[in-house]
């Protein structure tokens, strides 16, 4: 059984910086497009970042673009979200995930959930103003 197993959140003043990791327990997930999700408090999980197994093709929400980047070092089977001049805004539980198909490129539905069958377990980011 895959396993995602993240880290990297905490609490951290608006403005500030974060990186969150995501390792993959299996080496052919080095082959498939992985995302990065959101979900606050009282709201649906959204779509924050995805990045093609290539690494060259991204995409992002429209809400992060310009302050995160997506990344993935496929050598150690980790993905990353790097995150800079955060807001109040962004506090959410972060999850990282992995399609399990393989393609070039992203895809259609690289932000639908419908897209990504393996999730990791979720690490909180607090902004605080």
């Known amino acids: 059984q895959v396993q995602l197993v993240q880290s990297g959140g905490g609490l951290v003043q608006a403005g500030g910086s974060l990186r969150l990791s995501c390792v993959v327990s299996?080496?052919?997930?080095?082959?498939?497009?992985m995302s990065w999700w959101r979900q606050a408090p009282g709201k649906e999980r959204e779509f924050v970042a995805a990045?093609?197994?290539?690494?060259?093709?991204?995409a992002y929400s429209g809400s992060v673009k310009g302050r995160f980047t997506i990344s993935r070092d496929n050598a150690k089977n980790t993905r990353y979200l790097q995150m800079n001049s955060l807001k109040p805004e962004d506090t959410a539980v972060y999850y990282c995930?992995?399609?399990?198909?393989?393609?070039?490129?992203?895809?259609?539905?690289?932000?639908?959930?419908?897209?990504?069958?393996?999730w990791g377990q979720g690490t909180q980011v607090t902004v605080s103003s």
């Open positions: 299996d080496a052919t997930f080095s082959t498939y497009a």
């Open positions: 995930a992995s399609a399990n198909r393989n393609q070039p490129d992203l895809g259609g539905d690289y932000s639908r959930t419908s897209a990504y069958p393996y």
């Open positions: 990045v093609s197994w290539t690494g060259i093709q991204t």
